[in-house]
């Protein structure tokens, strides 16, 4: 892995590109941790009151970054690893397991707004150790619907809650 690849792999380097942090920040969040060992989110959010919404979007980033994407369309995927998780956890999670590896790993795609969530769901419920690849959002629920069906679940259905998941939380007048 070259220098510069390395730097953009760094979270503090993905918090200075997306806004929250800048350089110096970054820098004295290197310095305590080499003084304590904490996570750098962690310190980041003690100093600095970055949100964990923002140390969770730029992990995600970093893991997107470095695992890359992933085409559902290039798998077959493994009927043993589907029936790991009911179709309530595919769509809640926004996860489709694809196959064991001959080491006994599970792959399982996941997208990328549900990826942190989703590997806190696999690391307490699941036994195999599981890698995640991110997929593209539509192509997802494309396969989420062909493994996990849910009748229920409508495009208009879909679109209605990711909308609600973009809208500000509306306050109450007291």
């Not at 929250?20 to 996570?39: D, G, R």
């Not at 399982?108 to 549900?114: L, V």
């Not at 690391?123 to 996990?148: G, K």
Request: hydrophobic share 40%.
């Amino acid at each position: 892995m070259t220098e510069q690849r390395d730097k953009e792999l760094r979270i503090g380097q993905i918090l200075i590109d997306q806004g929250v942090l800048n350089e110096q920040q970054v820098f004295e969040i290197l310095q305590a941790q080499k003084k304590c060992a904490a996570p750098f989110g962690v310190l980041a959010e003690q100093m600095f009151e970055v949100t964990v919404e923002s140390i969770e979007q730029a992990w995600v980033e970093q893991y997107s970054r470095f695992t890359g994407g992933v085409d559902l369309s290039d798998f077959d995927f493994d009927a043993e690893a589907l029936r790991l998780i009911n179709r309530r956890q595919a769509w809640q999670f926004e996860i489709l397991p694809i196959q064991f590896e001959t080491s006994g790993e599970l792959l399982m795609a996941a997208s990328r707004a549900r990826l942190a969530r989703a590997v806190t769901f696999v690391t307490n419920r699941l036994e195999p150790i599981v890698y995640f690849r991110v997929a593209e959002s539509q192509q997802l629920r494309h396969f989420l619907r062909r493994y996990y069906p849910m009748p229920e679940v409508t495009d208009a259905i879909l679109k209605r809650a990711r909308e609600m998941g973009q809208e500000p939380p509306t306050g109450t007048d007291g």
